[in-house]
Every structure is written in structure tokens, then in C-alpha cells.
């Protein structure tokens, strides 16, 4: 009948598995998720306030950065925390214009607000970020 709905048993399956993709990817990397085409976009736009740190593997300061990121994922819940490989991804890095790594952008409701170039102490990230938390 052309009324009734069949259930697509390849959608369930490829749904499942995207779904415990995104639970690893959190699980995996400390509340700190891998970023790709594939989950940017939403990322971003999902989290009221999202930091979404641009690095590459070759990129020596980035593995100083990754630890505090890690840190202040766990510390901050309330706030989005994402890795973007810039090597994987060369499209959304050159979107928002990212020249040096690491860079580190700060997005509000999907939008960039604000960018910190280069490795720095735990507590300027966190001030920045705080600061777009309460107004």
C-alpha cells in the first residue's frame, strides 16, 4: 500500500553507527570532539557558545594547546569544545580565514566572535570565553 511506511534497515545502520561515532569522538578526547565537513556546521550552531581549536599534526604548539583545551572542556560543560584538523579540513580553515595554528575561535549562536592566535596560559582562554557567557 502506498500508505504504509517501511522501515529503511541501511538508514537505521548508518544512524546507529553515526551515533556512536559522535559518543566515541566525546568519550575519546575528554569532552573535546573531532571536527569535520561532516559536523562542523551543526557543532557550531548547537552550542550556545563553541571554541573550536585549528591545528595540523605537524604543528608542535598545537600538542602544548590540545592539554588545556582538554582541561577547560572538562571544567566548562555549559560550553562546546571542538578540534578541527586543518590538514583534513583545508575548506573551513580557509572560511574563517585561519592563516597561523593553533588558532582558537570562539563562536556565539553559530557566528565567530572572537580568535586567539598561538599557545597561551589557561586562564586568558577561559577569561575569553567567560566573557561571551554572560552577556
Not at 87 to 114: C, H, Q, R, W
Request: charged share 30%; with cysteine.
Amino acid at each position: 500500500m502506498a500508505n504504509d511506511v517501511d522501515k529503511d534497515p541501511e538508514l537505521d545502520k548508518l544512524l546507529e553507527r553515526k551515533a556512536r561515532e559522535m559518543i566515541k569522538n566525546v568519550n575519546n578526547t575528554g569532552g573535546v570532539v573531532e571536527l569535520n565537513r561532516s559536523n562542523f556546521d551543526e557543532f557550531i550552531k548547537t552550542h550556545e557558545v563553541a571554541v573550536v581549536d585549528f591545528w595540523a599534526t605537524w604543528c608542535a604548539p598545537c600538542f602544548m594547546l590540545e592539554p588545556i583545551i582538554k582541561r577547560l572542556a572538562a571544567e566548562m560543560p555549559n560550553v562546546g569544545f571542538g578540534r578541527l584538523n586543518t590538514e583534513e579540513e583545508p575548506e573551513i580553515a580557509a572560511k574563517y580565514y585561519v592563516m597561523s595554528l593553533p588558532t582558537v575561535i570562539i563562536f556565539k549562536n553559530g557566528e565567530p566572535i572572537d580568535q586567539v592566535i598561538g599557545v597561551v596560559p589557561k586562564k586568558i582562554l577561559q577569561d575569553r570565553i567567560k566573557a561571551y557567557l554572560n552577556d
